[in-house]
């Protein structure tokens, strides 16, 4: 069981929006800094947004990012069937373990 | 480009041992945090470890403290996993991936990952 929380699944139609959450507490989303992760089938993950609402040069800016208390939200607008794909959240955990945390992972489908 | 490039992966009995590498191109390597991160069959991802750029500060997941070993050479822009007391439960397939420290951790690039498959 992951630390942060992610929805197993979501699903959308081609061009519309998609949002994904992510669930956690005071000790990791609640204090600090949440990045978000696509991995699309047998490739690594790449980095889709840090700093809760940055996005790395040549992400396009249909990917965006929220943070408000102890959760996050991705969201994805003009859905391509490209973005099939699988989306994890992580953070920093400040708890008696030091460590980095990282959401169960969410299945986007376009559908 | 940046580059990740992961080496050292295979097939180890459980209780043995296994050293992974990753060599860093493309950015000056002894400025960035780094860290491994891996993913079993299936499954989503898992931190394991990560490493300041003077190797002053690491941490681990506490699935791998005690076990797992996380060093660099700047000199060498590499970066070294030594993995002891394997278990049936530490195979995956192993990431490197460039990082920033806390509170803002994020990784990237990744490297195309290396697999470790523990079994008798």
């Known amino acids: 069981q992951s630390v942060l929380t992610q929805p197993p699944s979501v699903s959308a139609a081609p061009g519309q929006k998609v949002t994904i959450s992510c669930s956690g507490s005071?000790?990791?989303?609640?204090?600090?800094?949440v990045s978000w992760y696509q991995q699309l089938p047998g490739t690594a993950p790449k980095l889709l947004i840090y700093e809760n609402n940055k996005r790395p040069s040549g992400i396009p800016d249909r990917f965006s990012g929220s943070k408000s208390g102890t959760s996050a939200t991705l969201g994805i607008t003009g859905l391509q069937t490209g973005d099939e794909a699988d989306y994890y959240c992580?953070?920093?955990?400040?708890?008696?373990?030091?460590?980095?945390?990282f959401g169960g992972g969410t299945k986007l489908t376009v559908l | 480009q940046v580059q990740l490039v992961e080496s050292g992966g295979g097939l180890v009995k459980p209780g043995g041992s296994l050293r992974l590498s990753c060599a860093a191109s493309g950015f000056t390597f002894s400025d960035y945090y780094m860290s491994w991160i891996r993913q079993a069959p299936g499954k989503g991802l898992e931190w394991v470890s990560y490493i300041s750029s003077s190797g002053s500060t690491i941490y681990y997941a506490d699935s791998v403290k005690g076990r797992f070993t996380i060093s660099r050479d700047n000199a060498k822009n590499s970066l070294y996993l030594q993995m002891n007391s394997l278990r049936a439960e530490d195979t995956a397939v192993y990431y490197c991936a460039r990082s920033r420290p806390r509170p803002a951790v994020w990784f990237d690039p990744w490297g195309q990952g290396t697999l470790v498959t523990v079994s008798s």
């Open positions: 992580g953070t920093w955990d400040s708890s008696l373990s030091a460590h980095v945390v």
């Open positions: 005071s000790s990791n989303i609640g204090n600090n800094y």
